[in-house]
């Protein structure tokens, strides 16, 4: 990956592997988005990196018409394939940032499934709140790595070889419990464009063989982006580390805090 390829960006390479490997939501988080946001049958939905359609596909299936804006076009494509049996969802290129107001319809919702923190502070909840009809809402959320207490080890002797391949994380990062991440009501009120409506967070865990792990890894875009001695290296452990194991699997901790807000009037 060249190194002046935004992280961001780094998905397109990775298109297949994402529909593949990522997480789905749990279906309890589509209805939570719902009620919080009082959508009804005829809303009209904006989604900002959509990827492959991760979260557009249950969105879709309540019968929302949404338009999502995807900035790869690889996932751009898959998203459209994924999507094709849904007439009332269109897939645009481009970022969310270069969305003209002026030119898109008033929407009920703003959406973004791990993609919110890839778009500039200075702009997102502005851009938002121009592409919303007043009263609509903003919805947003992440999946990320929690660590539920008794959790599965392997995690603690992976950073080992992280650190060994000049990725490992700092001793002040944290660790968080599930339950324990961080929301973003500050953020969200600070902007002077949204009231928080809801705050919920959203944990869940998965079992991996190596396979299936090692394709969730290079989804990332920290492991896109590592050279290709650091990727194998972090691999062959991985693998060694679970042919050690009689199920050969491991557990990882999901976690989500949804954020809904209100856009507020002029």
Partial sequence: MPDETPLRMTFDSAAELYQQARPDY????????????????RARLLEVGCATGK??????????????????RALAELARANLADFPQVEVVDG???????STQPAYDLVVAATSWHWIDP????RRAWELLRPGGHLAFWSATHVFPAGGDA??????VVYNEIGEGLR????????GELPEQREEIESSGLFDTVLVRHFDWELDYDADGYLRL????SGHIAMQRWQRDRLH?????????????????????????ARRRDA
Avoid: K, M
Avoid at 55 to 72: H, K, M, N, S, Y
Avoid at 154 to 159: E, G, S, V
Avoid at 171 to 178: F, H, I, L
Avoid at 217 to 220: A, G, H, N, S
């Fill in 26 to 41: 749990p279906d309890e988080l589509y209805d939570a988005v719902v009620g919080a946001a009082g959508l009804n049958s």
């Fill in 55 to 72: 979260a557009t596909l249950p969105l879709a299936r309540r019968g929302f018409r949404i338009t999502c804006v995807e900035p790869g």
């Fill in 95 to 101: 970022t969310f940032e270069d969305l003209d107001a």
């Fill in 122 to 125: 200075a702009v997102r909840y």
């Fill in 154 to 159: 392997i995690f603690h002797d992976l950073q």
């Fill in 171 to 178: 001793e002040d990062v944290p660790r968080p419990a599930p």
């Fill in 217 to 220: 890894l290079d989804t990332f």
């Fill in 236 to 260: 062959s452990e991985v693998r060694r580390l679970l042919a050690e194991r009689e199920d050969g699997r491991l557990r990882r901790g999901w976690g989500a805090v949804l954020h809904v």
